[in-house]
Protein backbone atom coordinates (compact mmCIF):
# COMPACT_ATOMS: atom_id res chain seq x y z
CA UNK A 1 0.00 0.00 0.00
CA UNK A 2 1.12 3.47 -0.50
CA UNK A 3 -0.25 6.36 1.48
CA UNK A 4 -0.55 9.97 -0.11
CA UNK A 5 -0.68 13.30 1.68
CA UNK A 6 -1.02 16.72 -0.40
CA UNK A 7 -0.80 20.13 1.58
CA UNK A 8 -0.32 23.65 0.43
CA UNK A 9 -3.61 24.61 -0.86
CA UNK A 10 -5.53 27.54 -0.08
CA UNK A 11 -6.69 31.00 -1.31
CA UNK A 12 -4.54 33.24 -3.27
CA UNK A 13 -5.52 36.16 -5.84
CA UNK A 14 -5.13 36.19 -9.31
CA UNK A 15 -1.45 35.88 -10.44
CA UNK A 16 -0.53 35.01 -7.47
CA UNK A 17 1.58 31.53 -6.90
CA UNK A 18 0.98 28.19 -4.59
CA UNK A 19 3.23 25.21 -4.06
CA UNK A 20 1.40 22.04 -3.15
CA UNK A 21 3.17 19.30 -1.56
CA UNK A 22 2.48 15.61 -1.87
CA UNK A 23 3.78 13.23 0.95
CA UNK A 24 3.84 9.62 0.01
CA UNK A 25 4.67 6.81 2.50
CA UNK A 26 4.20 3.32 2.64
CA UNK A 27 5.74 0.76 0.05
CA UNK A 28 7.23 3.57 -2.03
CA UNK A 29 9.73 1.49 -3.74
CA UNK A 30 7.22 -0.02 -6.01
CA UNK A 31 6.03 3.33 -6.95
CA UNK A 32 7.26 4.23 -10.50
CA UNK A 33 5.34 7.86 -11.02
CA UNK A 34 3.92 10.27 -9.39
CA UNK A 35 1.25 12.53 -10.95
CA UNK A 36 -0.95 15.78 -10.21
CA UNK A 37 -4.20 15.97 -11.15
CA UNK A 38 -7.37 18.18 -10.46
CA UNK A 39 -10.94 18.09 -10.94
CA UNK A 40 -13.11 21.62 -10.21
CA UNK A 41 -16.76 21.34 -9.29
CA UNK A 42 -18.96 19.37 -12.42
CA UNK A 43 -16.37 18.65 -14.08
CA UNK A 44 -14.05 15.91 -14.74
CA UNK A 45 -10.36 15.44 -12.80
CA UNK A 46 -7.67 15.98 -15.47
CA UNK A 47 -3.70 15.09 -15.67
CA UNK A 48 -1.47 18.52 -14.45
CA UNK A 49 2.21 17.28 -14.58
CA UNK A 50 3.50 13.76 -13.53
CA UNK A 51 7.00 12.79 -13.17
CA UNK A 52 8.70 9.53 -13.00
CA UNK A 53 11.07 7.22 -11.47
CA UNK A 54 14.35 9.01 -13.91
CA UNK A 55 13.16 12.77 -13.59
CA UNK A 56 10.74 12.79 -16.94
CA UNK A 57 8.18 14.82 -16.63
CA UNK A 58 5.01 15.62 -18.59
CA UNK A 59 2.90 18.85 -18.05
CA UNK A 60 -1.09 19.35 -19.61
CA UNK A 61 -1.42 22.09 -22.01
CA UNK A 62 -3.36 24.12 -19.43
CA UNK A 63 -0.38 24.40 -16.93
CA UNK A 64 2.53 24.20 -19.12
CA UNK A 65 4.88 27.30 -18.38
CA UNK A 66 2.99 28.48 -15.80
CA UNK A 67 3.66 24.60 -13.61
CA UNK A 68 6.94 22.95 -12.23
CA UNK A 69 6.92 19.42 -10.81
CA UNK A 70 9.76 18.20 -8.66
CA UNK A 71 10.47 15.90 -6.28
CA UNK A 72 12.85 15.43 -3.39
CA UNK A 73 16.24 14.10 -3.91
CA UNK A 74 17.43 10.57 -3.59
CA UNK A 75 16.43 7.29 -5.49
CA UNK A 76 13.57 6.33 -2.75
CA UNK A 77 10.27 8.98 -3.52
CA UNK A 78 9.06 11.21 -0.30
CA UNK A 79 7.34 14.27 -1.24
CA UNK A 80 6.59 16.08 -4.80
CA UNK A 81 5.94 19.28 -5.25
CA UNK A 82 3.56 21.49 -7.78
CA UNK A 83 4.51 25.14 -8.13
CA UNK A 84 2.17 26.58 -9.70
CA UNK A 85 2.39 31.05 -10.77
CA UNK A 86 0.29 32.79 -12.35
CA UNK A 87 -2.62 30.86 -10.79
CA UNK A 88 -5.93 32.08 -12.85
CA UNK A 89 -9.46 31.83 -11.58
CA UNK A 90 -10.16 28.51 -13.90
CA UNK A 91 -7.31 27.01 -11.91
CA UNK A 92 -9.81 26.71 -8.68
CA UNK A 93 -9.83 23.24 -8.18
CA UNK A 94 -9.44 20.36 -5.87
CA UNK A 95 -5.55 19.33 -6.22
CA UNK A 96 -5.12 15.22 -5.86
CA UNK A 97 -1.78 13.04 -6.25
CA UNK A 98 -1.54 9.83 -7.78
CA UNK A 99 1.10 7.06 -7.37
CA UNK A 100 1.34 4.69 -10.30
CA UNK A 101 2.47 1.24 -9.20
CA UNK A 102 2.22 -1.98 -10.54
CA UNK A 103 0.84 -3.13 -7.61
CA UNK A 104 -2.61 -1.00 -7.60
CA UNK A 105 -4.56 -0.99 -11.06
CA UNK A 106 -5.60 2.43 -10.93
CA UNK A 107 -2.70 3.66 -8.87
CA UNK A 108 -3.17 5.48 -5.56
CA UNK A 109 -5.04 8.38 -4.87
CA UNK A 110 -4.03 11.31 -2.21
CA UNK A 111 -7.44 13.03 -0.35
CA UNK A 112 -6.89 16.33 -2.15
CA UNK A 113 -5.74 19.92 -1.68
CA UNK A 114 -8.22 22.75 -2.22
CA UNK A 115 -6.68 25.61 -4.58
CA UNK A 116 -9.00 28.78 -4.74
CA UNK A 117 -7.99 31.59 -6.55
CA UNK A 118 -10.27 34.52 -6.27
CA UNK A 119 -9.72 38.34 -5.77
Known amino acids: QVQLVESGGGLVQPGGSLRLSCTAS????????IGWYRQAPGKQRDVVAI?????????AESMEGRSTISRTSGSAWNTVYLQMNSLKPDDTATYYCKAESPTKRGGFWGQGTQVTVSS
Open 26 to 33: GSVASISA
Open 51 to 59: INTVGSVYY
